[in-house]
């Protein structure tokens, strides 16, 4: 008789269980945890948004709507892009995803054979990677370690190149670091991709949370072979509402619509009506409210760690100066003394860094601040 283990799928066995979501089941079990673990806003969904969403379900708006998305939001999306990157999206080149996450599986699924390799850079947000070995794909990671930067790695990345590769994925606001690529990053990635003619995945999640320099997206420049993946999770606080977007070439939208049509059917549909909304909510306030959390956590910590400050998103991904342990056993003793922080590992090839969120609100974020130092202090060499 087979065990019950023996009906699992190879492919799901390569699958680890995120490193992020075991931190999340360890809050629910520790008394007044210092949670700053949790990539999603403190600051609750606008009024506004919220309204139009109880109108939407009150008018009967609960349906299937067509697996693309509404058409009013494609529309909106496209013009919102467009002004925002300079770009010239039409409305068969925009679908509506469940979540950035759903659009880069949609993506992942539409464009990879068995063995095609998947460029991307350590530190990297945990989906780039098992999603990639989960759909057959070659994960090909190219670290960028010290300054998270790109247009100083150019020859590595060109090494990491073979007649395999079908694309790279960019992050920028980046998860888990906050760095945001300068205009030099982007054209070196656009200078590779053209030279290897590949196609660019670019998750755009973080756009709105810029708190220093200027957002520069590949989609204004190599439109032609860049799915550009955003969404309202963040900037809006619609975690749970699963509501995102891709625009990119029609023939790979096309081909993630009716992939979609076999996953997840469409995106929420009274999220789809409040998203319309959403786009018209002046969101800056709340932006610079997480400016000043990055500001706190960066001078909180800077003296006995080292860090490269954060442009943009709401992580920092410090690594302790002199320790006595090694950092993932400083992580461990964080942990055990309430402070929800990941471990590097999660997140990167190396184990020498850990994330801290500071999507909550400051006070939390200053006695989490205190005790980290305090236990650098106990452990420091």
Known sequence: MKDIKDFISDKSKIVDSSGIRKVFDLALKIKDPINLSIGQPDFDIPDTIKEEAIKA????????????????????????????????YTVDECMITSGVSGGLTLALLAILNPGDEVVFFDPYFVMYKHLTNLFGGKPVIVDT???FSLSNKKKSIEAAITEKTKAIIINSPANPTGKVLTKEDIETIYEIAKKYDLLVISDEIYDEFIYDGKFFSISSIYPEKTILLGGFSKTYAMTGWRIGYALGPKEIIKE???????????????????ALKALDVDMSEYILAYKEKRDIVYEGLKENFNIVKPEGAFYIFPSPKNLRIPPKEFVEECVKEGILIIPGDVFSERNTHFRISFAADNRTIERGIEKINSLYKKFSA
């Open 57 to 88: 379900i009150n008018n009967g708006l609960n349906k299937y709507t067509v697996t693309q998305g509404i058409e009013p939001l494609r529309e909106k999306v496209i013009e919102f892009v467009n002004r925002k990157r300079g770009t010239k």
């Open 145 to 147: 370690y010290p300054d």
């Open 256 to 274: 993630m619509i009716k992939l979609q049509q076999y996953t997840f059917v469409c995106a929420p549909s009274f999220a789809q009506y409040a």
